[in-house]
C-alpha cells in the first residue's frame, strides 16, 4: 500500500489549508489534506465576525471569507480535500515510516501512507471537568466554541440570559453575540487579575455592549437539575486561587459559557510517537516546524495556541514548504539544532530549537504582564545579543515575537548551546 | 389483555429492576418496568463504583456475603451472554498499619469463609511489582482476584433490553404516585400516565423504595439517601493503575477507592454524606477535597490534572445497614427490593434469581409462572468501534458506511452507533452517552454534543430545539436564532 500521496495534512483548518499551498508551491505532486468536518475551513467556518486577515490581505474579513481565500487558491493549484474524513490512528513504527488509518462513508477504513505528514488538527476548549466546579450538571453549560457552533452554524440559541466564565477570546466574541441576538449577558468573569484575551475584543465586545467584566473572579458552583438555574460567583485571593468567603453573589442565569482556555489537540501526534513539551501540550518543534519525528510536521494551534489567524497561516506555509522538501529527499538530515529558552517571564514558546536554515519568527507567552516600557531580548548562552525590541507594554493574552535572520544563526559558533529569550522591564 | 394490565409490575428501572426483569422473562408473564426518568439508569446505579465485589466485606452466612459472592460468578458468566463490559481487574485492600494488618485478617477468614476464590494476603512489596503507583506506605494488601468493575451504563441496558426482547414493556418518564390496594391484596399502582393492574407490585425504587414501601404499610426501614462524589480521569491513565483499590473501611463506608474502570478511566471516590435530598446529585468542595486525599493516600501521584469530570450518584443507604429484601403478606403480591447498597451492583443477578423464585414459590396463586419455551438469553451491544480492530472496523464500515463516519472524537464513536442507540430506544443525549460513550471523554462533548443532537433531531423527527440532556426541562436549545430579537419589540 502506498497511495503516492507525498504530504499528507491532517486538519482542513487556516493550518492545514496553508500547509497544502506550501506543500504544492514547493513542488509536492499529491498533497491530500483529509478534514473530519462536513467541509473545509476549521473552527473558522463559525467565525462570522469580522476582524480576520487585518495583516495578510490589510482588509477585516470574516472567517469564512479569510478561510474561502486559502481554500480557492489551495483548490486551484490542485490540493485534494478529503471531507468527513477523520484519522483515528497513527503507526509509531520503529523504522521511521508512516502510516496513517482514515475513515469515511465515502471510503470507508483506509491505510496511507504519505512521505511526509503535517500536523494541523488545531485545539479544542478546556471542558468544565479541567477546572472542577462543584455543583450538578444540569443543560446550558457550554463551551464557547460549542454555543457558537450552535447559533452560527445550526441556528439555534443555547439561552436566554449568559454568564460567561474566563475571558478567551472566544468567551469574548460570544458575549457580544448572544447580545446581538438579543440575548443578556450578565458578566464576563476572570478568576486571573488579568484578561485571557485581546485587548481589542474585551473594548469591542464588552465595553462597547456595557457588559461587566470581573477580573479575579471565578464560579463556584453550578445549581439547577434540569435547566441551568443559577451560578454562584465569588472573590478569589490572587495569591491562593482559593474564594474569598462572604462575596458569594448567586447569579441567576440559564446559560454558562466557558473560555478558559484551549488544549493542543495532540492524540494523533502521541500516538505517532511525536515529542510533546510539557508546557505548551503540542510537539517540540525546529524553525522548518519539523517535530522529533523526521517525516512528521506541525504547524499552527496543534504546536502553541495564536492569538492571530494571520500567524497560523504563516506558519502552515513553512510547515508544508518544508514537508514538501523532506517528501522530495531535499531536507539535510543532519542540521544543527540550536535549542531555544525562555528566560523567567516567559511561559511558553515555539519553536524549541533553531536550524538557520531560514529566518525564524519565535512565538512567545508571558507569565505576568508587564504596564510599562519593556523589551523582548534574545541573546545566546555566551552573552550574543541577537534581538532586542522596545514594547509599550507585554500582556499573556497577547503573544510576542523575536525575530531571527538564518544568517544570525549560521554565524553562531559552536560554543553557542542555547539561546534564550526573554521579556523584561525596559 | 388490556394495556394496562399486567401480571408484574416492577417500579424502577436500575439495575435491581432491570435484573429481575430479566429474570422473570423466563417466565410467560405480562412484566411492566415502570421507571419516572427519561433514560435508564438514573439512579444510584448511574453512579456509583461499577465494582463487581469479591464478597470477603460481609459476614459469612449474612444475606449480603451469599447474594455478592454468588451474584460475582453470575457476572463472569453473564458480562459475555449480554455483552457487556466487565474488566476482571480484581481488587486490594491496602493496610497501613500493623492493625490494618489484623482487619485483612478478618477480611481472608470471611473471604475463605463465603467462599471466595483465591483470595490471600500479600505483601506492600509484592504489591507495588504489581501496581507500582501505589503509596510506599502500604505494608500489605488482601488479594482478590474475581473483583472486578463493570460498565454500569452498559450492565443496566443490557438486563433490560434483555427483558423487553423476552416480552417485558418499558415505560420510561412515568412516575408512581400510589399503590392500588384492596382487601390487603395489592392490584397495581397509580401512575401519571394512568394505573397500570397487575397483582404482583415489586418496589425496586431505589432511593424512594422507602416511601413506596410505606404506601403499603410497611415502614420497617428507612432510606437514608447517602452521597458519593467521584472523580473521572481522561483514559490515557490507562495502565496507571490495573485493579481496584481500596483503603480499610472505616465507620462510614468502604472509603476512597482508586479502581481503573472497564474501558480504561481512572475513578477515584466515593464519599459518603448522608442528605436529606434523595435528587440532590451536587458536588461539594469539601467531597471533592475529601476523595482527593483518599485517592493520593493510595495512589500519591494520583493525576488529577488529567480530570475530565467530577459527579456525585446517590445510594440507598437503610437505617438498618441491611437489603430490605421482602414479600409482604399485606399487602400480598407486594414485595420489597429495596435499600440495596454496596455490594448492590454486584449482588443484583443473584437477588433477581431470589426474587423470581421467591414470587414463583409463593404468588403461584396470582399468576401463572409458565416456563417461557422461546427466552433468549443472548442480546448483542451496538459495536464499539473504539475497541475493535482495523479489520473489523473495515468490515462494519462495509456493510454500513454510517459506522465510518466519526461523531464524538475522543471516544472514536461514529454515527452507526449514535443511530442504533436511538433504534433501541436512546431519547436524549446523554442516554447515546450511556449506550454509546458519545460525550465521556475529554473534551466532554463539546465536540459531539451539536452532532448527537442534530442526529437525535433527525431520526426523531423533532425540532433541535426539543432534543433534551437528559429528558424533563432540559432542553439543549431555547429556540431559533432571531426570535429573541423579533420578539422583543
Given at each position: 500500500m502506498n497511495n503516492n500521496i507525498d504530504v499528507l495534512i491532517i486538519g482542513a483548518g487556516p493550518a492545514g489549508v496553508a500547509a497544502g499551498i506550501g506543500a504544492r508551491k514547493e513542488g509536492a505532486e499529491h498533497v491530500v489534506i483529509l478534514e473530519r468536518d462536513w467541509d473545509a475551513g476549521g473552527i473558522l467556518q463559525q467565525c462570522i465576525h469580522p476582524g480576520f486577515g487585518l495583516r495578510t490581505f490589510r482588509e477585516e474579513l470574516t472567517g469564512p471569507e479569510y478561510m474561502h481565500r486559502f481554500i480557492k487558491e489551495a483548490r486551484d493549484i490542485g490540493v485534494e480535500f478529503r471531507q468527513n474524513t477523520m484519522v483515528f490512528e497513527m503507526d509509531n513504527n520503529p523504522d521511521g515510516s508512516m502510516g496513517v488509518w482514515t475513515m469515511s462513508k465515502e471510503r470507508g477504513i483506509e491505510r496511507l501512507e504519505p512521505k511526509a505528514i503535517v500536523l494541523a488538527m488545531g485545539c479544542r476548549e478546556r471542558p468544565l471537568g479541567a477546572i472542577r466546579i462543584p455543583g450538578s450538571r444540569p443543560a446550558g453549560v457550554y463551551t464557547a466554541g460549542t454555543a457558537q457552533r450552535f447559533v452560527n452554524m445550526e441556528g439555534y440559541m443555547p439561552g436566554k440570559k449568559a454568564v460567561i466564565l474566563g475571558s478567551g477570546d472566544i468567551g469574548l466574541i460570544m458575549a457580544r453575540r448572544m447580545i446581538w441576538e438579543g440575548a443578556e449577558v450578565e458578566g464576563v468573569y476572570e478568576v486571573m487579575s488579568w484578561p485571557g484575551g485581546l485587548r481589542r475584543n474585551i473594548a469591542q465586545c464588552l465595553d462597547d455592549y456595557g457588559i461587566p467584566f470581573h477580573l479575579e473572579t471565578t464560579v463556584t458552583k453550578i445549581h439547577g437539575k434540569d435547566r441551568l438555574e443559577g451560578v454562584t460567583v465569588a472573590k478569589i485571593d490572587p495569591a491562593t486561587r482559593a474564594p474569598i468567603a462572604g462575596t458569594e453573589r448567586f447569579v441567576e442565569c440559564d446559560t454558562l459559557l466557558l473560555a478558559i482556555g484551549l488544549i493542543p489537540e495532540n492524540e494523533l501526534s502521541r500516538m505517532a510517537g511525536v515529542e510533546i513539551h510539557p508546557v505548551t501540550g503540542g510537539p517540540v518543534v525546529n524553525d522548518l516546524l519539523q517535530t522529533s519525528k523526521a517525516p512528521v510536521f506541525a504547524a499552527g494551534n496543534v504546536v502553541i495556541v495564536y492569538d492571530l489567524v494571520d500567524n497560523v497561516s504563516d506558519e502552515g506555509l513553512i510547515a508544508g514548504t518544508n514537508a514538501a522538501r523532506y517528501a522530495a529527499g531535499?531536507?539535510?538530515?543532519d542540521m544543527r539544532r540550536i535549542p531555544v529558552k525562555g528566560g523567567d517571564n516567559v511561559r511558553l514558546f515555539s519553536?524549541?530549537?533553531?536550524?538557520?536554515e531560514r529566518d525564524v519568527t519565535i512565538f512567545m507567552r508571558i507569565t505576568h504582564p508587564i504596564e510599562g516600557a519593556c523589551k523582548v531580548i534574545a541573546n545566546t548562552d555566551t552573552g550574543i545579543k541577537l534581538y532586542n525590541q522596545r514594547l509599550r507594554y507585554a500582556r499573556p493574552g497577547e503573544m510576542n515575537e523575536v525575530r531571527l535572520k538564518a544568517e544570525q544563526v549560521k554565524e553562531l559558533?559552536?560554543?553557542?548551546n542555547a539561546i534564550i529569550i526573554d521579556i523584561q522591564p525596559a | 389483555m388490556p394495556q394496562n394490565k399486567f401480571d408484574v409490575v416492577i417500579i424502577g428501572g436500575g439495575v435491581i429492576g432491570a435484573s429481575i426483569a430479566r429474570e422473570l422473562s423466563r417466565f410467560k408473564i405480562n412484566i411492566a418496568v415502570i421507571d419516572k426518568a427519561s433514560e435508564l439508569p438514573s439512579g444510584a446505579s448511574r453512579a456509583n463504583s461499577s465494582m463487581i465485589h469479591?464478597?470477603?466485606?460481609?459476614?459469612?452466612?449474612?444475606v449480603k456475603a451469599k447474594f455478592c459472592v454468588k451474584g460475582n460468578a453470575m457476572y463472569h458468566v453473564l458480562k459475555d451472554e449480554l455483552d457487556f463490559h466487565v474488566d476482571e481487574c480484581g481488587s486490594y485492600v491496602c493496610a497501613f498499619s500493623q492493625k490494618e494488618i489484623e482487619h485483612l485478617e478478618k477480611l481472608l477468614g470471611y473471604g475463605k469463609a463465603n467462599g471466595v476464590p483465591g483470595v490471600e494476603i500479600i505483601t506492600g512489596d509484592k504489591l507495588r511489582e504489581r501496581e507500582p503507583n501505589v503509596s510506599p506506605e502500604i505494608i500489605a494488601a488482601l488479594w482478590s482476584p474475581s473483583a472486578g468493575i463493570v460498565n454500569n451504563f452498559e450492565a443496566v441496558a443490557a438486563f433490560m433490553e434483555s427483558a423487553q426482547i423476552n416480552g417485558a414493556k418499558l415505560f420510561l418518564e412515568t412516575q408512581v404516585t400510589g399503590l392500588i390496594i384492596n382487601n390487603d391484596e395489592i392490584l397495581g399502582v397509580h401512575t401519571n400516565h394512568g394505573d397500570f393492574l397487575a397483582p404482583i407490585v415489586i418496589n425496586a425504587a431505589g432511593v424512594h423504595s422507602a416511601e413506596v414501601s410505606s404506601w403499603a404499610g410497611d415502614t420497617s426501614f428507612k432510606i437514608i439517601p447517602t452521597r458519593g462524589e467521584y472523580f473521572l480521569l481522561d483514559r490515557t491513565t490507562k495502565g496507571f493503575i490495573h485493579s481496584f483499590l481500596f483503603a480499610c473501611p472505616s465507620d462510614a463506608g468502604k472509603g476512597i477507592t482508586v479502581a481503573q474502570t472497564a474501558e480504561g478511566n481512572l475513578l477515584a471516590g466515593p464519599t459518603a454524606t448522608p442528605q436529606e435530598d434523595p435528587e440532590d446529585h451536587a458536588t461539594t468542595p469539601e467531597g471533592l477535597d475529601e476523595v482527593l486525599r483518599g485517592a493520593r493516600r493510595l495512589v500519591p501521584n494520583f493525576p488529577v490534572n488529567l480530570n475530565i469530570t467530577t459527579f456525585a450518584g446517590v445510594r440507598a443507604n437503610t437505617d438498618t445497614g441491611d437489603f430490605a429484601i421482602k414479600l409482604l403478606d399485606k399487602p400480598r403480591g407486594f414485595m420489597n427490593v429495596a435499600g440495596i447498597k454496596s455490594p448492590g451492583f454486584t449482588s443484583a443477578p443473584a437477588i433477581a434469581e431470589y426474587v423470581s423464585g421467591l414470587l414463583k414459590q409463593e404468588l403461584a396463586d396470582r399468576v401463572e409462572f409458565k416456563v417461557n419455551e422461546k427466552f433468549v438469553p443472548e442480546r448483542k451491544h451496538i459495536p464499539r468501534f473504539l475497541f475493535m480492530s482495523n479489520q473489523e472496523r473495515a468490515e462494519l464500515a462495509k456493510k454500513d458506511?454510517?459506522?465510518?463516519?466519526?461523531?464524538?472524537r475522543c471516544e472514536t464513536v461514529t454515527e452507526g452507533q449514535v443511530i442504533e442507540a436511538i433504534r433501541r430506544g436512546a431519547r436524549t443525549v446523554s442516554a447515546v452517552k450511556m449506550w454509546t460513550r458519545a460525550g465521556t471523554g475529554r473534551c466532554q462533548s463539546g465536540f459531539c454534543c451539536p452532532r448527537v443532537a442534530e442526529i437525535l433531531s433527525r431520526e426523531l423527527n423533532i425540532p433541535l430545539d426539543q432534543v433534551t440532556r437528559h429528558g424533563g426541562e432540559s432542553r439543549l436549545l431555547v429556540g431559533k436564532t432571531k426570535e429573541f430579537i423579533l420578539n422583543k419589540d
Open positions: 531535499k531536507l539535510d538530515k519553536p524549541q530549537y533553531v536550524t538557520g559558533g559552536s560554543d553557542v | 469479591g464478597g470477603f466485606d460481609d459476614k459469612p452466612g449474612s458506511p454510517a459506522y465510518a463516519q466519526i461523531v464524538c
